[in-house]
Protein backbone atom coordinates (compact mmCIF):
# COMPACT_ATOMS: atom_id res chain seq x y z
CA UNK A 1 0.00 0.00 0.00
CA UNK A 2 0.71 3.72 -0.05
CA UNK A 3 3.06 5.39 2.46
CA UNK A 4 3.23 8.99 3.26
CA UNK A 5 6.02 10.30 5.21
CA UNK A 6 5.71 14.11 6.40
CA UNK A 7 8.29 16.31 8.08
CA UNK A 8 9.18 18.35 9.82
CA UNK A 9 7.14 16.44 13.30
CA UNK A 10 7.53 20.20 14.79
CA UNK A 11 7.96 23.23 13.33
CA UNK A 12 8.58 27.08 14.70
CA UNK A 13 7.98 30.30 13.11
CA UNK A 14 8.53 34.03 13.93
CA UNK A 15 5.13 35.94 12.89
CA UNK A 16 5.19 36.98 9.22
CA UNK A 17 8.18 34.08 8.19
CA UNK A 18 7.07 31.34 5.81
CA UNK A 19 6.40 27.73 6.95
CA UNK A 20 7.16 24.91 4.52
CA UNK A 21 5.82 21.37 5.61
CA UNK A 22 7.00 18.57 3.19
CA UNK A 23 5.81 15.27 1.94
CA UNK A 24 6.97 12.14 0.13
CA UNK A 25 4.59 9.18 -1.24
CA UNK A 26 5.40 5.92 -2.54
CA UNK A 27 3.16 4.57 -4.70
CA UNK A 28 3.05 6.33 -8.23
CA UNK A 29 -0.80 5.54 -8.83
CA UNK A 30 -1.64 8.61 -6.13
CA UNK A 31 -3.27 11.18 -7.78
CA UNK A 32 -4.94 13.39 -5.62
CA UNK A 33 -3.29 14.88 -2.50
CA UNK A 34 -5.37 17.02 0.43
CA UNK A 35 -3.88 19.16 3.23
CA UNK A 36 -5.92 19.17 6.50
CA UNK A 37 -5.49 21.37 9.38
CA UNK A 38 -6.26 19.98 12.82
CA UNK A 39 -6.53 23.22 15.65
CA UNK A 40 -6.14 21.45 19.53
CA UNK A 41 -9.47 19.42 20.31
CA UNK A 42 -10.72 19.96 17.39
CA UNK A 43 -11.26 18.13 13.78
CA UNK A 44 -9.46 18.16 10.89
CA UNK A 45 -10.60 20.15 8.04
CA UNK A 46 -9.26 20.30 4.82
CA UNK A 47 -7.43 23.50 3.63
CA UNK A 48 -6.18 22.98 -0.04
CA UNK A 49 -5.77 20.36 -2.01
CA UNK A 50 -4.21 19.22 -5.49
CA UNK A 51 -4.30 17.05 -8.77
CA UNK A 52 -1.98 15.19 -9.98
CA UNK A 53 -2.36 17.05 -13.30
CA UNK A 54 -1.23 20.30 -11.89
CA UNK A 55 1.55 21.29 -10.41
CA UNK A 56 1.02 24.09 -8.26
CA UNK A 57 -2.06 25.71 -6.53
CA UNK A 58 -2.52 28.87 -4.39
CA UNK A 59 -5.19 29.67 -2.14
CA UNK A 60 -4.22 33.16 -0.89
CA UNK A 61 -1.27 33.04 1.67
CA UNK A 62 -1.59 28.76 1.02
CA UNK A 63 0.15 27.40 -1.96
CA UNK A 64 0.87 23.36 -2.54
CA UNK A 65 3.37 22.15 -5.17
CA UNK A 66 3.61 18.99 -6.56
CA UNK A 67 6.88 16.95 -8.08
CA UNK A 68 5.16 13.71 -9.52
CA UNK A 69 8.48 12.66 -10.91
CA UNK A 70 10.36 12.66 -7.11
CA UNK A 71 7.02 11.92 -5.56
CA UNK A 72 6.94 14.75 -3.20
CA UNK A 73 4.75 17.34 -2.70
CA UNK A 74 4.83 20.42 -0.07
CA UNK A 75 2.60 22.71 1.50
CA UNK A 76 3.76 26.76 1.95
CA UNK A 77 2.18 29.26 4.14
CA UNK A 78 3.02 32.51 3.49
CA UNK A 79 3.08 35.92 5.97
CA UNK A 80 2.33 33.38 9.12
CA UNK A 81 -0.11 34.16 11.70
CA UNK A 82 -0.69 33.10 15.26
CA UNK A 83 -3.66 31.55 13.85
CA UNK A 84 -2.39 29.52 11.72
CA UNK A 85 -1.18 27.59 14.81
CA UNK A 86 -2.13 24.01 14.35
CA UNK A 87 -1.30 20.61 13.42
CA UNK A 88 -1.24 20.22 9.32
CA UNK A 89 -1.73 16.56 7.84
CA UNK A 90 -0.90 15.91 4.26
CA UNK A 91 -2.42 12.84 2.35
CA UNK A 92 -2.11 11.22 -0.86
CA UNK A 93 -5.17 8.71 -2.53
CA UNK A 94 -4.94 6.77 -5.78
CA UNK A 95 -9.02 7.09 -5.46
CA UNK A 96 -9.99 10.05 -4.19
CA UNK A 97 -11.68 7.95 -1.70
CA UNK A 98 -9.01 6.14 0.78
CA UNK A 99 -6.69 8.45 1.94
CA UNK A 100 -2.86 7.70 3.16
CA UNK A 101 -2.17 10.10 6.02
CA UNK A 102 1.29 11.93 6.88
CA UNK A 103 2.09 11.44 11.12
CA UNK A 104 1.31 15.35 11.30
CA UNK A 105 3.52 18.65 11.75
CA UNK A 106 2.91 20.66 14.49
CA UNK A 107 2.96 24.54 13.34
CA UNK A 108 3.97 27.07 16.23
CA UNK A 109 3.70 30.76 15.13
CA UNK A 110 5.21 33.35 17.99
CA UNK A 111 3.71 36.67 17.63
CA UNK B 1 -26.56 20.81 6.04
CA UNK B 2 -24.83 20.23 9.70
CA UNK B 3 -22.32 18.48 8.38
CA UNK B 4 -20.97 14.77 9.98
CA UNK B 5 -22.28 14.25 13.39
CA UNK B 6 -21.16 12.37 15.72
CA UNK B 7 -22.14 10.72 19.37
CA UNK B 8 -21.31 11.04 21.96
CA UNK B 9 -18.14 13.31 22.32
CA UNK B 10 -17.12 11.75 24.89
CA UNK B 11 -17.16 8.55 26.39
CA UNK B 12 -15.51 7.03 29.53
CA UNK B 13 -16.26 3.27 29.85
CA UNK B 14 -14.63 -0.03 32.10
CA UNK B 15 -12.31 -2.17 30.30
CA UNK B 16 -14.71 -4.98 29.13
CA UNK B 17 -17.50 -2.91 28.30
CA UNK B 18 -19.19 -2.58 25.08
CA UNK B 19 -18.61 0.90 23.35
CA UNK B 20 -20.80 2.01 20.34
CA UNK B 21 -19.96 4.75 18.49
CA UNK B 22 -22.30 6.68 15.68
CA UNK B 23 -22.18 8.68 12.99
CA UNK B 24 -24.43 10.61 10.37
CA UNK B 25 -22.66 11.70 7.14
CA UNK B 26 -23.71 14.56 5.58
CA UNK B 27 -26.76 14.03 3.05
CA UNK B 28 -26.09 13.35 -0.47
CA UNK B 29 -22.68 11.60 0.75
CA UNK B 30 -21.96 7.93 -0.26
CA UNK B 31 -18.69 7.15 1.18
CA UNK B 32 -17.90 6.72 4.72
CA UNK B 33 -14.79 6.33 6.96
CA UNK B 34 -13.68 5.50 10.36
CA UNK B 35 -10.75 6.92 11.44
CA UNK B 36 -8.60 6.53 15.18
CA UNK B 37 -6.17 8.71 16.18
CA UNK B 38 -3.61 8.53 18.63
CA UNK B 39 -0.59 10.71 19.23
CA UNK B 40 1.40 7.26 18.31
CA UNK B 41 0.19 6.36 15.53
CA UNK B 42 -1.39 9.53 13.77
CA UNK B 43 -4.45 8.97 12.00
CA UNK B 44 -5.16 5.48 11.27
CA UNK B 45 -8.11 4.49 8.66
CA UNK B 46 -10.78 1.55 9.99
CA UNK B 47 -12.84 1.08 7.34
CA UNK B 48 -14.62 2.93 5.03
CA UNK B 49 -18.25 2.37 3.20
CA UNK B 50 -19.52 3.16 -0.35
CA UNK B 51 -23.24 3.11 -0.97
CA UNK B 52 -23.20 1.19 2.28
CA UNK B 53 -21.57 -1.59 1.63
CA UNK B 54 -17.87 -2.45 3.23
CA UNK B 55 -15.42 -1.87 0.85
CA UNK B 56 -12.32 -2.13 3.16
CA UNK B 57 -11.57 -3.31 6.62
CA UNK B 58 -8.30 -4.05 6.61
CA UNK B 59 -7.32 -1.15 9.09
CA UNK B 60 -9.13 -3.00 11.86
CA UNK B 61 -7.46 -3.96 14.26
CA UNK B 62 -8.79 -7.13 15.97
CA UNK B 63 -12.39 -8.93 16.20
CA UNK B 64 -13.46 -6.65 18.97
CA UNK B 65 -14.08 -3.92 16.18
CA UNK B 66 -17.35 -4.07 13.99
CA UNK B 67 -18.98 -1.40 12.22
CA UNK B 68 -22.22 -1.38 10.40
CA UNK B 69 -23.85 1.20 7.90
CA UNK B 70 -27.69 0.05 7.56
CA UNK B 71 -28.42 3.04 5.56
CA UNK B 72 -27.09 5.71 3.98
CA UNK B 73 -27.67 7.83 6.35
CA UNK B 74 -26.38 5.48 9.51
CA UNK B 75 -23.52 4.24 10.59
CA UNK B 76 -22.26 2.67 14.05
CA UNK B 77 -18.29 1.79 15.14
CA UNK B 78 -18.53 -1.14 18.19
CA UNK B 79 -15.96 -1.98 20.37
CA UNK B 80 -16.75 -5.14 22.48
CA UNK B 81 -15.19 -5.77 24.45
CA UNK B 82 -13.06 -3.04 25.21
CA UNK B 83 -9.46 -2.34 26.18
CA UNK B 84 -7.40 0.57 27.88
CA UNK B 85 -5.60 0.60 24.64
CA UNK B 86 -8.47 1.31 22.30
CA UNK B 87 -8.50 4.97 24.14
CA UNK B 88 -8.08 7.65 21.48
CA UNK B 89 -10.65 9.86 19.44
CA UNK B 90 -12.21 8.28 17.00
CA UNK B 91 -13.43 10.45 13.72
CA UNK B 92 -16.58 9.49 11.18
CA UNK B 93 -15.87 11.41 7.59
CA UNK B 94 -17.82 11.17 4.63
CA UNK B 95 -17.74 12.22 0.69
CA UNK B 96 -19.17 12.30 -2.71
CA UNK B 97 -17.16 8.78 -3.69
CA UNK B 98 -14.96 9.41 -6.88
CA UNK B 99 -15.50 13.33 -7.04
CA UNK B 100 -11.96 14.96 -8.63
CA UNK B 101 -11.66 17.31 -5.61
CA UNK B 102 -13.01 18.18 -1.99
CA UNK B 103 -11.85 15.33 0.09
CA UNK B 104 -13.67 13.97 3.40
CA UNK B 105 -15.61 16.26 5.74
CA UNK B 106 -14.38 14.75 9.61
CA UNK B 107 -17.11 15.30 12.43
CA UNK B 108 -15.91 16.62 15.90
CA UNK B 109 -15.34 13.28 16.62
CA UNK B 110 -15.08 10.51 19.54
CA UNK B 111 -12.98 10.76 22.66
CA UNK B 112 -13.03 7.66 23.81
CA UNK B 113 -11.43 6.56 27.66
CA UNK B 114 -11.30 2.99 28.50
CA UNK B 115 -10.21 2.48 32.04
Known amino acids: GENVEQHPSTLSVQEGDSAVIKCTYSDSASNYFPWYKQELGKRPQLIIDIRSNVGEKKDQRIAVTLNKTAKHFSLHITETQPEDSAVYFCAASSNFNKFYFGSGTKLNVKP | DAGVIQSPRHEVTEMGQEVTLRCKPISGHNSLFWYRQTMMRGLELLIYFNNNVPIDDSGMPEDRFSAKMPNASFSTLKIQPSEPRDSAVYFC?????????????FGSGTRLTVV
Open chain 2, 93 to 105: ASSLALQATGGYT
